[in-house]
């Protein structure tokens, strides 16, 4: 029709294809959920690069609440449509047989603690990566009057780090 609506077309038909190529035919119904996951997470990224903007996704609160219903979704998916390969995940192959409860309730607890753990881990990875972003930009402006062939270099690893 015209060519916002040519490239928006053409831009989720790659990340759908993206999607779509390790998965079966019944996999395929998640595809709009996760386009449009995919599409919001990298506007709201993208909007964060601008100056003096907020990015929602370094609060744990916005992390955690998207980890959460996704990584329940997927255990829950999992458990519904192989449930013994999903159990069997709980306890390695080989183990000891006095050292099966242990490890059942240790595979347990990791299982249930991943959303948490990975979420304060990109949270954590997101704010580092903004607060290096702003540091380096702070010391460009600051060492343009004094050294500028040094504020050039800080700024051309500002601008290969964004």
């Given at each position: 029709?015209?060519?916002l609506?040519?490239?928006?077309l053409?831009?989720?038909h790659l990340i759908?294809?993206?999607?779509?190529?390790?998965?079966?035919?019944a996999g395929?119904k998640?595809?709009l959920?996760?386009?449009s996951?995919?599409?919001?997470?990298?506007?709201?990224?993208?909007?964060?690069l601008?100056p003096y903007t907020?990015?929602?996704?370094?609060q744990?609160?916005?992390?955690m609440?998207?980890?959460?219903?996704?990584?329940?979704a997927?255990?829950?998916t999992?458990?519904?449509?192989?449930?013994?390969?999903?159990?069997?995940h709980?306890?390695?192959e080989g183990?000891?047989t006095p050292l099966?409860?242990?490890?059942i309730?240790i595979?347990?607890?990791s299982l249930?603690?991943r959303?948490?753990?990975?979420?304060?881990?990109l949270?954590?990875?997101?704010t580092?990566g903004?607060?290096?972003?702003q540091?380096?930009s702070t010391?460009?402006?600051?060492?343009?009057?004094m050294?500028?062939?040094?504020?050039?270099?800080t700024a051309?690893i500002l601008?290969l780090l964004?």
């Amino acid at each position: 029709n015209n060519r916002l609506s040519t490239i928006q077309l053409w831009f989720t038909h790659l990340i759908t294809k993206q999607l779509m190529t390790p998965l079966n035919k019944a996999g395929h119904k998640w595809a709009l959920l996760l386009t449009s996951l995919i599409l919001m997470l990298l506007s709201i990224n993208l909007l964060g690069l601008l100056p003096y903007t907020f990015t929602p996704t370094t609060q744990l609160s916005m992390n955690m609440a998207l980890a959460l219903p996704l990584w329940l979704a997927t255990l829950l998916t999992g458990l519904r449509n192989q449930p013994s390969a999903s159990l069997g995940h709980l306890l390695p192959e080989g183990t000891p047989t006095p050292l099966i409860p242990a490890l059942i309730m240790i595979e347990t607890t990791s299982l249930l603690i991943r959303p948490l753990a990975l979420g304060v881990r990109l949270t954590a990875n997101l704010t580092a990566g903004h607060l290096l972003i702003q540091l380096i930009s702070t010391a460009t402006i600051a060492l343009l009057p004094m050294m500028p062939s040094i504020s050039a270099l800080t700024a051309l690893i500002l601008f290969l780090l964004t």
